[in-house]
């Protein structure tokens, strides 16, 4: 299939399924974006790199490259993480 076919589908996928706001919008305007989106998504969701990379086919020096943006401003969530950890071996939970 050429890539202007494969395009006009897209676009006329876009047309169906979105409203005319979202049609006009950016959001997935390319099949790109949705690969795109999904990797975001799990990143920001706290799946580890290395398993993000796994599944995308990337280093994890290009998907941190490209997607850091995505794991920044998770401290408070990582910390309380670690807090958990920390508690669960000190109270020996973790031998």
Same mark, same amino acid.
């Given at each position: ?7 006009? =589908? ?9 409203? +005319?706001? @979202?049609?006009? *919008?950016?959001?997935?305007? $390319?099949?790109?974006?949705? $690969?795109?989106?999904?990797? *975001? ?6 799946? +580890?790199? /290395?398993?993000? /990379? !796994? $599944?995308?086919?990337? *280093?994890?020096? =290009?998907?941190? /490259? ?7 401003? @998770? $401290? !408070? ?12 071996? !000190? ?5």
């Amino acid at each position: 299939m050429s890539s202007s076919t494969y395009y006009r =589908v897209w676009r006329d996928a876009r047309e169906y399924a979105l409203s +005319p706001a @979202q049609v006009a *919008s950016p959001l997935a305007g $390319r099949p790109y974006d949705l $690969r795109h989106a999904a990797l *975001s998504l799990w990143l920001s969701g706290g799946v +580890p790199a /290395t398993e993000v /990379t !796994e $599944r995308a086919g990337h *280093s994890v020096e =290009v998907l941190l /490259t490209i997607y850091a943006k995505c794991i920044d401003g @998770q $401290r !408070e969530l990582i910390n309380a993480r670690i807090e958990g950890l920390l508690n669960l071996a !000190e109270h020996g939970s973790c031998r």
